[in-house]
């Protein structure tokens, strides 16, 4: 199994910039990609980035692409979620989560593509 704890979510203005991580411990040899999802209240859990972890291979939603870089690693098994020029509508739960499959780059893109997830941390943007 693959645990994942999300740290580095807070409070800003438009504008600024935020770095969340991700630390994984448990069976990390085994994963294959991992990703970061964002969910607002009343929406849908929306992708945001994903990165395969042995190549480094990286694609992100065209909301924040430009924005957002994500990177890894693979020594410390953590991710990262670079966050630049904040907008409001980034205000959500940010979700950190993993795969042990391998799978095509739609299947990274949707929630239904990762085995594991952790719990969130809350980013909140005002205007």
């Known amino acids: 199994q693959v645990q994942l704890v999300e740290s580095g979510g807070g409070l800003v203005q438009a504008g600024d910039s935020l770095r969340l991580s991700c630390a994984a411990s448990?069976?990390?040899?085994?994963?294959?990609?991992m990703g970061w999802f964002r969910q607002a209240p009343g929406k849908e859990r929306e992708f945001v980035a994903t990165i395969r972890w042995n190549s480094g291979n990286t694609y992100y939603a065209d909301s924040v692409k430009g924005r957002f870089t994500i990177s890894r690693d693979n020594v410390k098994n953590t991710v990262y979620l670079q966050m630049n020029r904040l907008k409001p509508e980034d205000t959500a739960v940010y979700f950190c989560?993993?795969?042990?499959?391998?799978?095509?780059?739609?299947?990274?893109?949707?929630?239904?593509?990762?085995?594991?997830w952790g719990q969130g941390t809350q980013v909140t943007v005002s205007p």
């Open positions: 989560a993993s795969t042990a499959f391998v799978r095509v780059g739609a299947a990274l893109a949707r929630a239904t593509g990762y085995d594991y």
């Open positions: 448990g069976r990390t040899f085994n994963i294959y990609a």
